[in-house]
């Protein structure tokens, strides 16, 4: 019998635990030690310049920078390339809340366009279609396993003169055709939140390749302060000199959240090796399997990273609902089975009208409503075919891996005894 009709569990998470997450040690413990006993508790220490000095190595040509959290360094590069009020910029309809608010934050208006339905990435047709002369920015996103198709948006974007911000949160340390990702539009911004592949509990990076660019970011992230006018005041604080400021607030990282980055970015890619090797077992055990479709490998990714593992679900050759399913898989294996980000054009966290800092002006209000946008593809993918579960699944043994599997089967053979739950 299922376990969602009362039956034994395929795996006793209490006895057998999923992997955890995040993953932590002697290291990160013994670095927040030494900054705690420094005394350098805020901003620039010394543990924020050796992180910044690893990401310079790995990424090679990037100019890094860290910030608070992953929203503010969106929010920070729409700042940096000054796109403001009766301004647009396109965002995909499957993201986070925070890409579109990030655009709400600088006043200008959030275009919302549906992805493509293979990799729920941004679809580049829909992008162009979304183009008007307000049009300053657009945000791909690449989005759990897979990334959106760069070559395409850069076309785009260079033929309309429009920047790109990639928000690679998902994807530290994947490639495309063997640049970062996060380094091939204008700015790259990165999350650093507890549920990210690298994690320092908050925390976000910037990345850019232009020098304006990363002076502009540089100033806005520490209260509007450019660092060619920084100097040391005796406490060993920094204050700044006359003249060249830009109006901005704190944005700053702290000593404690480098301290734990540090030995996080030293595990990153061993632990992407580890999910992709994971995910392309998964992907062979599920692809024989009716209804389920996992999700593309583009050759043009040159390196993967997996923020949690996702595949397609077809109701119809499955048998049963998509939430009746996620269901079933949950109470299998003991962890939670979810549905992809819902579209933002109906999002529970994403309601812009509710917040008076954006009643600009009753045009702008109207602009800025997101139920004024259609989304099919990304509106049947959130009711019915998407399915995901976190990432830390893809850090277990191949028994694990093949449990999911058996989960699946067992679903499959004993559908439709769940059929009354549709």
Known sequence: MLALLGGKPLRDVQSRPWPSWPVW??????????????????????????????????????????????????????????????????????????????????????????????????????????????????????????????????????????????????????????????????????????SKVVTCGEGGILLTNQQDLWERLEALRNCGRRSSNMIADASGGQYGLEGDFIQSGNYRITEFQAAVLIEQLKRADEQNELRLRRARYLDSLLSICPGIRPMPFDERETKKAYFNYTFSYDEKDFGLPAEVFRRALGAELGIEVDSCYQPLND????????????????????????????????????????????????????????????????????????RALS
């Open 25 to 194: 040690g002697e290291e990160e413990k013994e670095r927040l030690v030494r900054a705690l006993e420094s005394g350098i508790w805020s901003y620039n220490g010394p543990m924020e310049q050796e992180c910044l000095s690893w990401l310079r190595e790995y990424f090679s040509s990037g100019m890094p920078l860290l910030a608070a959290n992953g929203t503010l360094t969106l929010q920070l590069a729409l700042e940096a390339l000054d796109v403001g009020y009766g301004d647009e910029v396109i965002v995909p309809a499957l993201t986070w809340q925070a890409t579109a608010a990030a655009v709400l934050d600088v006043n200008a208006v959030p275009v919302l366009v549906d992805v493509d339905p293979d990799t729920w990435c941004i679809d580049p047709s829909c992008f162009e279609e979304a183009v008007t002369q307000r049009t300053r920015a657009v945000i791909p996103v690449h989005l759990y396993g897979c990334t959106a198709d760069m070559d395409a948006i850069c076309s785009i974007a260079r033929k309309h003169h429009i920047a790109v911000i990639e928000d690679a949160a998902h994807k530290f340390g994947a490639q495309w055709r063997g640049k970062h990702l996060g380094s091939i539009g204008d700015i790259g911004s990165f999350s650093l939140q507890l």
């Open 347 to 418: 999002c529970t966290l994403y309601r812009p009208l509710t917040k008076r800092r954006y009643q600009i002006s009753p045009e702008h209000r109207k602009a800025i409503d997101p139920s004024r946008f259609t989304l099919p593809v990304s509106q049947e993918l959130y009711a019915s075919r998407a399915v995901t579960f976190h990432h830390k699944v893809l850090l277990g043994s191949e028994e694990d891996i093949e449990q999911i599997a058996e989960a699946v089967n067992k679903i499959a053979d004993n559908r439709d005894s769940l």
